[in-house]
């Protein structure tokens, strides 16, 4: 007599069905974790609030998001697992308390794209019309934070920043790198209808040279923001707006063009400000400001400083002294934190040399997985 072996019968493939089943129940589990994430946040909020402590923690939500994406496993990519902690930060965050957030308006400039990329959507955000606002918002109270941009890695420095950071007693505690990545909208996105490209000044000199070359024969008109842009274009079907993917989705636009920027490494540094200091992260940049005689060697001198104590020197520029004639301020921006043993040794031996020292503030680097 001949055996045969019994074979198993070959496993079902999976059903949409079943797997939706498994997706239900995955839901579940997700739902009663960021719960219980939820539930301890409250308890630390509870504890901050006898101690005095902080709402806004950027070192500690740096330090969680960098982990998250240390140990991503896929498929999602580590930009995807960022925004999704960003908004789970963001809504446990506001259960002790919703941060009010302001910002060069209106809404979906690129401003506002910071704001939340920064603190996600569980805040105040509050759009205002000017740098000054801004900064006023925060030192009257009106508003926790501002965002504000202070240089393109096109076009340089923004002055008004600049200018407003000198005599103002609040602290820059972080910063945020946006990849500007323009689009040409209109209501059609049919090029042809399009007689004239309107946004602001400083989004089209990022674009000169593609809206040069592609389109020479078109209008170009510069507006008060890239928001105001993409409204009068979803009112004008002869005007297209050059703006962000974001403002061309709140007003109904379609894309004649996209990423039409001149440099693919596009980037604007956006500077987060408050009331307090922040800690250490480990990875920081520290932002100052001083002023030297006018004598030849003395800024040589002042920023050998910074070499002799081995402290990188990643950004210099000057302003004008207001008060004084054909004398400058210099904006400086250096590796480390001023608690920092070397970096505090240098700053106490340029304020002996320098005429005036002014710490704007040390915050984590935003270049980073976590930025």
């Not at 308890?43 to 982990?67: D, F, T």
């Not at 040589?300 to 950004?315: D, H, M, P, V, W």
């Amino acid at each position: 007599m001949s055996s045969r072996i019994a074979r198993k019968p070959a496993a079902e493939p999976p059903s949409i069905e079943s797997l939706r089943a498994r997706m239900d129940e995955i839901n579940l589990k997700i739902l009663r974790l960021i719960s219980a994430r939820a539930s301890v946040a409250i308890e630390i909020g509870r504890l901050k609030h006898h101690e005095s402590g902080e709402v806004y923690q950027p070192v500690r939500e740096r330090a969680i998001i960098e982990k998250m994406i240390a140990e991503n496993p896929g498929p999602l990519t580590d930009e995807q697992v960022k925004r999704i902690y960003v908004e789970i930060i963001s809504a446990c965050r506001a259960l002790e308390h919703e941060p009010r957030v302001a910002f060069l308006g209106p809404e979906h400039t690129y401003s506002h794209d910071a704001a939340r990329m920064r603190f996600g959507s569980s805040v105040e955000l509050m759009p205002l019309e000017s740098f000054a606002a801004v900064f006023q918002a925060i030192e009257n109270g009106r508003a926790d934070f501002g965002v504000v941009p202070v240089e393109n890695s096109t076009e340089g420095s923004i002055n008004l920043t600049l200018d407003l950071l000198i005599d103002t007693a609040l602290v820059i505690i972080g910063e945020v790198l946006l990849p500007i990545r323009p689009s040409i909208l209109s209501l059609t996105g049919k090029r042809e209808e399009v007689t004239k490209i309107i946004a602001h000044q400083q989004l089209l000199a990022q674009c000169r040279g593609y809206l040069s070359a592609n389109f020479p024969q078109t209008d170009i008109e510069a507006v008060a923001s890239n928001a105001l842009a993409a409204q009068r274009a979803a009112a004008d079907g002869s005007l297209a707006a050059l703006a962000s993917a974001t403002a061309g989705e709140a007003y109904g636009l379609r894309p004649i063009a996209t990423n039409v920027q001149d440099l693919a490494t596009n980037v604007t540094r956006f500077l987060v400000i408050g009331t307090w200091p922040v800690e250490r992260s480990g990875k920081d940049k520290t932002t100052l400001l001083f002023a030297v005689a006018d004598r030849v060697g003395t800024l040589n001198q002042a920023l050998n400083l910074f070499a002799r104590n081995a402290i990188n020197i990643s950004k210099i520029e000057s302003r004008p002294l207001r008060a004084r004639p054909w004398e400058y301020l210099f904006f400086v921006d250096v590796t480390g934190h001023r608690d920092d043993p070397k970096l505090a040794r240098a700053l106490k031996s340029l304020s002996s040399k320098a005429l005036f020292l002014k710490v704007l503030g040390s915050y984590p680097e935003g270049r980073s997985a976590a930025a």
